[in-house]
């Protein structure tokens, strides 16, 4: 299998580079610039290397350089941004600093003929965000790009194969930037393309079966994609030697517990513990009404209730985390073992004592991650279930939390998810749910009067959840779900659609 190296010199762009090598259907390894030498990279057989962006200038003394003899080992190179400049001060050229050359965003860029560019117009649009920039190429090397501003957008050294553009390639906005990769890999490295998501769930069984032979590892199971695919991943590795704690904390959606366990118990054979944890958590969240202090109740009595859990299991060596790309990004980690908070409900308890934390996911960005899902044969509307917030339902009704605020609300919220499934518009919708607002209204129903709680339904469209539109659901979507919960639900009186986007408002309410 061929393989390319992302030699990782720091840039924010390092796992999208390597996630466009992967799209080439080429294997790509992220190694940090110090953790591999160059003498390594021959040996390890990699077709070629691409250096990373990096916040540094290659002048400061603190930034971070690399072997030269990279440039002589007949493999070929490609640096992006600061891999650019790095290439041209390893190899003599000169790099400036002038706030008058910085350029950042959308960038005009116009390309000499070059095996780099092949199918590239002269003229098109590049993305850039640079302050220093490459004012002399080195010697040996052609300038074959420039920019209004950038004298040396892209040069190479073609008889060594060392390429270098001071744009980001990898970056949607560079619009050929397909092509620019595309070139590099196939017509310059010579890869072929024969990596699949396959061969990423074999490898990574391969590996674990092997490093974690005889170990004892415990997962935190939640019946989410993340955590639903790396422990279908390790158990297809280590069999029984995996037990996965699934705290049901009594707020989750209709049927939603018994699903997750019937699914992981049965379908797959696995070692799995439901902990039934329903009165211990509703006992913990009486009379609280602030959001905040819910989700800090609901993110440390879990962590409770998983200790209590893992302290019966004996001896556990490893901890395994279905932590995936963008949460190591958000939560600003860069390449250390970041323990994810479970479902975002808080951390992993200190006083329990592991070899270490296994993080299978941790490369792979959330549509690869359905992708491996799908592959290892995970129930569809389990991969493609809409994200689903860790304190569960206590976000969703407003006010003090009881049981039967909680089963009205999943009887409420179960309608609205038939409604639309039935409409066959689960896929045009990000994520809908119905809330349980503190307010009640007067209705009528049949000659009496009735004074009830007020549902809210809610739907948005988004691809990153920073920012949601509400969705334009069908009018008959939304009266159908009204008429249904107002008639079956007892205790709801009246049903109203939020249409408010974010911002202002987030998709939940708490
Ligand atoms: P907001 O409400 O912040 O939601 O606009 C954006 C996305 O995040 C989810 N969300 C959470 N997920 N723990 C989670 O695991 C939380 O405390 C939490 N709060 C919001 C929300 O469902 C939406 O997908």
Redesign the pocket.
């Known amino acids: 299998m061929d393989k390319i190296l992302v030699l990782d010199f720091g840039g924010q762009y390092n796992q999208l580079i390597a996630r466009r090598v992967r799209e080439q259907h080429i294997y790509a390894e992220i190694r940090a610039y110090n953790k591999i030498s160059a003498d390594e990279i021959k040996k390890e057989g990699f077709k070629g290397v691409i250096f990373t962006g990096g916040p540094n200038s290659v002048y400061d003394e603190k930034s971070p350089h690399y072997d030269k003899a990279v440039l002589d080992l007949g493999i070929p190179v490609l640096g992006i941004c600061y891999g650019d400049q790095l290439i041209a001060f390893m190899a003599g050229g000169t790099v400036k600093s002038a706030d008058n050359s910085s350029e950042y965003g959308k960038t005009t860029v116009y390309v000499d003929e070059n095996p780099l560019f092949k199918g590239v117009p002269h003229e098109s649009v590049c993305f850039m965000s640079h302050t220093d920039f490459i004012s002399d190429a080195p010697e040996g090397f052609e300038i074959i790009a420039h920019t209004d501003k950038c004298p040396v957008a892209a040069m190479c050294d073609k008889k060594r194969k060392i390429y270098g553009v001071q744009f980001h390639p990898e970056v949607t906005h560079t619009v050929f930037g397909k092509e620019m990769l595309r070139n590099f890999l196939f017509d310059i490295c010579k890869c072929n393309a024969d990596w699949k998501m396959e061969s990423f769930i074999e490898s990574s069984v391969e590996k674990y079966k092997e490093e974690l032979k005889d170990k004892k590892i415990l997962l935190a199971l939640s019946g989410?994609v993340d955590s639903s695919v790396a422990a279908v991943l390790l158990h297809k590795a280590v069999g029984k030697n995996l037990t996965c704690v699934f705290v049901d904390h009594g707020l989750l959606r209709k049927d939603e517990g018994d699903f997750v366990e019937k699914t992981f118990k049965e379908k797959f054979g696995m070692n799995l513990i439901r902990v039934n944890a329903e009165e211990r958590f509703l006992t913990k969240l009486r009379g609280v009404t602030e959001p905040e202090k819910k989700?800090k109740i609901i993110g440390e009595e879990f962590i409770r209730v998983f200790e209590d859990e893992a302290k019966t299991l004996g001896r556990i060596d490893i901890l395994a985390q279905g932590t995936i790309y963008p949460d190591v990004v958000e939560s600003g980690k860069g390449d250390s073992a970041v323990i994810k908070?479970h479902?975002?409900?808080g951390g992993l308890p200190d006083i329990m004592s592991f070899e270490r934390i296994i993080e299978p996911l941790r490369d792979l960005f959330k549509d690869e991650v359905r992708e491996v899902g799908e592959k290892l044969g995970i129930p569809h509307e389990l991969v493609w279930r809409?994200?689903?917030?860790?304190?569960g339902l206590a976000?969703r009704i407003i006010g003090e939390i009881t049981k039967e605020k909680a089963d009205l609300l999943r009887e409420a919220d179960a309608i609205f998810r038939e409604e639309i499934a039935k409409a066959g518009i689960e896929s045009e919708v990000?994520?809908y749910?119905a809330v349980l607002t503190d307010l009640r209204s007067v209705g009528v129903m049949g000659d009496a009067r009735t004074y009830g709680y007020t549902v809210a339904l809610r739907a948005?469209t988004?691809d990153d959840?920073?920012t949601?539109e509400w969705s334009r659901l069908p009018y008959e979507v939304l009266e159908k779900s009204s008429s249904r919960i107002t008639n079956e639900v007892a205790g709801v009186s009246r049903v109203v659609y939020d249409i408010t986007s974010?911002p202002p408002?987030?998709?939940?309410?708490?």
């Open positions: 989410g989700r908070s479902h975002n409900v809409q994200p689903f917030p860790g304190p976000v990000s994520q749910f948005v988004t959840f920073m949601a974010k408002a987030t998709v939940e309410w708490e």
